[in-house]
């Protein structure tokens, strides 16, 4: 059972553009969204994070939107650059479990 | 501060086999989970480790075990090897594993190759 679906599962923007990621989740009882992102050969790198207690995160160009009501967040890129292309995953996890559940990944390439 | 560090990075096996990989945490973190990474399953988590303790295990067959020793370090073991196990295997860890908003840090993963 996929309990966290991401898309789209590629994506390319255009340098200085705004990438945008989606995930959904099933289980009601996540209160933890991570963003991954990892580089081919490496291992993933946490990138941002969200609980569902606020609605937005900013840290620099990255921006998580939550929408609780609906079970989804998202992942924007401001200002994409070449060397953000990587593999994004979302996650979500549930306090006291450090499982945790990943979407399939989002292939994001930005050209020139 | 050294990151999370697993050996061997890549690695060749036969069907039938066993094979044990191993990862050494951040120095301090006490938490340890292993996560499998497939082109067709993406990231699942196999199981997690605190003071020795096996805490949270995923669905995975019994072929798949782990263990945490007293330094924190762990390895996982895969028995009776098939090719579906081709794999790359990552391990993470964190503080004190007591939950979200605990950050979890990934190392570069042991590649299998099953044959």
């Known amino acids: 059972q996929q309990q966290v679906k991401q898309s789209p599962q590629s994506l390319i923007v255009q340098k200085g553009g705004i990438s945008i990621i989606n995930c959904a989740y099933e289980?009601?009882?996540?209160?933890?969204f991570p963003w991954y992102q990892q580089f081919p050969g490496k291992g993933p790198a946490l990138l941002i994070a969200i609980r569902p207690d606020v609605s937005e995160k900013k840290e620099g160009r990255f921006t998580i939107s939550f929408n609780k009501s609906a079970k989804q967040f998202s992942l924007h890129i401001m200002d994409s650059q070449p060397g953000d292309s990587a593999t994004y995953f979302c996650a979500a996890s549930i306090i006291g479990n450090e499982k945790l559940t990943f979407g399939t990944g989002t292939r994001l390439t930005i050209i020139p | 501060k050294a990151g999370v560090t697993q050996t061997p990075r890549y690695l060749i096996k036969t069907r039938g086999q066993q094979v044990t990989l191993s990862c050494s945490p951040i120095s301090g973190h006490r938490s340890v989970s292993w996560y499998q990474q497939t082109p067709g399953q993406g990231l699942q988590f196999l199981f997690e480790y605190f003071s020795e303790t096996q805490r949270n295990k995923g669905n995975f067959p019994g072929r798949f075990s782990g263990r945490q020793f007293s330094n924190s370090r762990s390895e996982m073991n895969v028995s009776t090897l098939e090719l579906g196990d081709s794999a790359l295997y990552l391990c993470?860890?964190?503080?004190?594993?007591?939950?979200?908003?605990?950050?979890?840090?990934f190392g570069e993963g042991s590649w299998l190759t099953v044959v």
């Open positions: 289980n009601t009882a996540f209160d933890y």
């Open positions: 993470a860890s964190s503080l004190n594993g007591r939950g979200s908003g605990n950050t979890i840090y």
